[in-house]
Every structure is written in C-alpha cells, then in structure tokens.
C-alpha cells in the first residue's frame, strides 16, 4: 500500500526515530552527572541523521554516551550553571516579593543567553570532534562569534521551551508533554541542519 520511500513513511519514521531519541535523552539526564554526556550523545545522533548516515537511534546514542562521559565532564558542569541560573531567574521573576535588584536581574539574565550561547556550540563540537576541552571552547566562542546568526537561531531553539512558558503560562503543561516526548531531539535535530553546513565547510577548508 505505501511505498517505503514514500514522504508519510519517511515522515513517520524521522518522528518514530526523534521519539525514542528524546526518551532515551530524557532518561539520561535522569541522573544529572550524566546530562552533559546525554546533550553531546543527543547531537552526535542527530548530526548523524542529518549528513544522512546510516543510524540506529538507540544504539549510536548508547555508544556516544559511553565514549563522551569523561569528554563532556567540563561541559557538564557548565550546563549546570546554566541550568542553576535559568532556574534562579525564572524565581526572581515570578517571586512576589523582589528578590535581587534589577540591575542584577539583567546582569545575571545576559551571562545566561551567552552561557546558553556558547554551549549551543560547545557540545556539537564535542560531539563531532576530537580535540582537548579547552580547544573545543575555544572553537565554541570564535564559531559563536563568526556566525552570530546562526548563534542567535541555536540560542532560540535552545531556550525556547522557557520562553514559551514565559510568554504563554498556560502552555506549561503541553510545553512540557512535548519536550518530554519529542522537544529535546527535535530541537537538535533542527539545530543539526544549519550545524552540519557549518561543519562541513570546516572540514572542507
């Protein structure tokens, strides 16, 4: 009835791929020492899909995790002071009384979006390359800066779950069924496209 490489089976298959990717992710970040090995595995995967490689969802995910724990240790970290700082914001602004000054406020809310930013490239770049930490990050902030649109795109796709609530607070139950279903691997997924140009124009030259 449907021929297999028909766009509703393509379809269906991407989403069936995407699902079982962001369950697994979500599951791996269950345990927070392994969350930034979970993002470099995630994107591993997806970088994958995207150059149109043959890929076992599941399994490459596994792998990567395995391979990347020590790689991404630093980045973990640095996810977690993102996180801790998202976190600390959204409080202050919903909190009824004034917790910090506002100055503050947009001080700390600046060092997020770059924190955020510069992690946008940070564990792709793990993920695709092998190099010391410290030259990833190096990698991470001249590509964040040479290619501030892109920048801007990866930043947005990433922060996009809080924004919604934000800007819609009665979307926090369905913003949250989705990214648990599907939101995290399809925010990576979307972010490999424009990633994977990049990368291979890099290799290119």
Same mark, same amino acid.
């Given at each position: ?7 509703? !089976? ?12 962001? #369950?697994?992710?979500?599951?791996? @970040? ?24 043959? @890929?076992?969802? !599941? ?17 973990? #970290?640095?996810?977690? /002071?993102?996180?801790?700082?998202? $976190? ?9 009384? =004034? ?6 406020? /947009? ?5 997020? !979006? ?39 795109? =990866?930043? $947005?796709?990433?922060? =996009? ?26 925010? $990576? ?8 140009? #990049? ?7």
């Amino acid at each position: 009835m449907f021929q297999s490489d028909s766009f509703l !089976i393509r379809f269906l298959t991407k989403t069936c791929d995407l699902l079982f990717l962001n #369950i697994m992710f979500v599951l791996s @970040c269950a345990t927070i020492i392994f969350s930034g090995a979970a993002v470099t595995s995630l994107y591993a995967v997806t970088l994958k899909m995207m150059r149109g490689q043959d @890929c076992a969802p !599941i399994k490459d995910f596994l792998r990567a995790l395995r391979e990347n724990f020590l790689p991404s240790f630093p980045a973990t #970290i640095l996810l977690f /002071v993102d996180v801790t700082l998202l $976190a600390v914001l959204r409080t202050a602004l919903y909190a009824e009384m =004034l917790l910090m000054p506002p100055t503050l406020f /947009v001080l700390l809310a600046i060092i997020t !979006i770059l924190s955020t930013a510069l992690l946008s490239w940070l564990f792709p770049l793990l993920a695709r390359f092998e190099n010391t930490f410290s030259r990833h990050l190096n990698n991470a902030v001249r590509l964040s800066l040479a290619n501030l649109p892109v920048t801007f795109l =990866l930043t $947005a796709v990433n922060l =996009l779950p809080l924004l919604l609530c934000l800007l819609i607070p009665p979307s926090l139950g369905v913003v949250f069924a989705f990214w648990l279903l599907f939101g995290f691997a399809a925010g $990576a997924w979307v972010n490999s496209f424009y990633l994977n140009r #990049i990368f291979q124009a890099l290799q290119g030259g």
